[in-house]
């Protein structure tokens, strides 16, 4: 197969991948198929390791997952079309989600994605000129207790404001260090993130608190109140 490289040796639609490149997804998507009872169980974390790749899950991603889970590639191209985390285009190196569901909309989340739409000069799962930042507009990020809440490549960025988060993209922009609120200090990239979501972890996932604040109010009147959920019959 003709193969063409882009900056990082990944491929490009329509192509082959690298052979070094080819090499590595081959011997990390062995290991992630040989976690799971049947090869084809393995489909969502493959399409996030070719993802890793390529800012996107490309035609060549398609047919890897396909080839390595002994699936039609109908069968890969039908499943990564259904989520919207796989992509169909390259995304930002750092994908930027607003949440635009009831209790965030009504806290603000829709004036935050107007105005950082228009901030940014990009809409929904498009990519500024310089490929630094994209944007979603994400149905729910399961955060309402600290609503308007964005994601920048899944970490959470809480009880944002238009100014806040124009300040958050512009710093992402130029290279600054953001930390997001909850979770590791480090924000990693689009790619680096797709990764950890295949399954290889990053060595980040106990850094910072996994819940703070708001999340626990229900636990601490629990407690108090010595409420505990009902035993199994």
Same mark, same amino acid.
């Given at each position: 197969?003709?193969?063409?490289?882009?900056?990082?040796?990944?491929? %490009?639609?329509?192509?082959?991948?690298? =052979?070094?490149?080819?090499?590595?997804?081959?011997?990390?998507? *062995?290991?992630?198929?040989?976690?799971?009872?049947? $090869?084809?169980?393995?489909?969502? =974390?493959?399409?996030? &390791? @070719?993802?890793?790749?390529?800012?996107?899950?490309?035609?060549?991603?398609?047919?890897?997952?396909?080839?390595?889970?002994?699936?039609?590639?109908?069968?890969?191209?039908?499943?990564? %079309?259904?989520?919207?985390?796989?992509?169909?285009?390259?995304?930002?190196?750092?994908?930027?989600?607003?949440?635009?569901?009831?209790?965030?909309? @009504?806290?603000?989340?829709?004036?935050?994605?107007?105005?950082?739409?228009?901030?940014?000069?990009?809409?929904?799962?498009?990519?500024? $000129?310089?490929?630094?930042?994209?944007?979603?507009?994400?149905?729910?990020?399961?955060?309402?207790?600290?609503? =308007? @809440?964005?994601?920048?490549?899944?970490?959470?960025?809480?009880?944002?404001? $238009?100014?806040?988060?124009?300040?958050?993209?512009?710093?992402?922009?130029?290279?600054?260090?953001?930390? $997001?609120?909850?979770?590791?200090? *480090?924000?990693? %990239?689009?790619?680096?993130?797709?990764?950890?979501?295949?399954?290889?972890?990053?060595?980040?996932?106990?850094?910072?608190?996994?819940?703070?604040?708001?999340? &626990?109010?229900?636990?601490? @009147?629990? *407690?108090?109140?010595?409420?505990?959920?009902?035993? =199994?019959?």
């Amino acid at each position: 197969m003709n193969q063409e490289r882009n900056e990082e040796g990944g491929a %490009t639609v329509g192509t082959g991948y690298a =052979p070094e490149v080819r090499e590595r997804l081959e011997r990390e998507a *062995k290991e992630i198929i040989g976690r799971y009872p049947r $090869p084809r169980s393995a489909l969502l =974390p493959l399409l996030h &390791l @070719v993802q890793s790749v390529d800012g996107y899950v490309s035609d060549a991603g398609h047919e890897f997952c396909a080839e390595m889970l002994g699936l039609s590639k109908a069968e890969v191209v039908g499943v990564a %079309t259904f989520y919207t985390m796989y992509k169909r285009r390259p995304m930002g190196d750092y994908h930027v989600g607003v949440c635009i569901n009831t209790l965030c909309a @009504v806290m603000g989340g829709d004036q935050i994605w107007d105005e950082l739409s228009e901030h940014a000069g990009v809409g929904h799962d498009e990519v500024t $000129p310089d490929g630094k930042i994209s944007l979603e507009r994400l149905e729910c990020n399961a955060a309402c207790d600290f609503a =308007p @809440v964005m994601m920048v490549n899944w970490e959470f960025f809480d009880n944002q404001t $238009p100014e806040s988060a124009k300040q958050l993209v512009d710093d992402l922009k130029a290279g600054k260090e953001v930390s $997001p609120t909850r979770g590791p200090k *480090k924000l990693c %990239t689009f790619k680096e993130a797709s990764r950890v979501l295949a399954g290889l972890p990053d060595g980040q996932a106990g850094d910072g608190p996994s819940a703070a604040g708001a999340s &626990l109010e229900g636990l601490k @009147v629990a *407690k108090a109140n010595g409420w505990k959920a009902p035993e =199994p019959s």
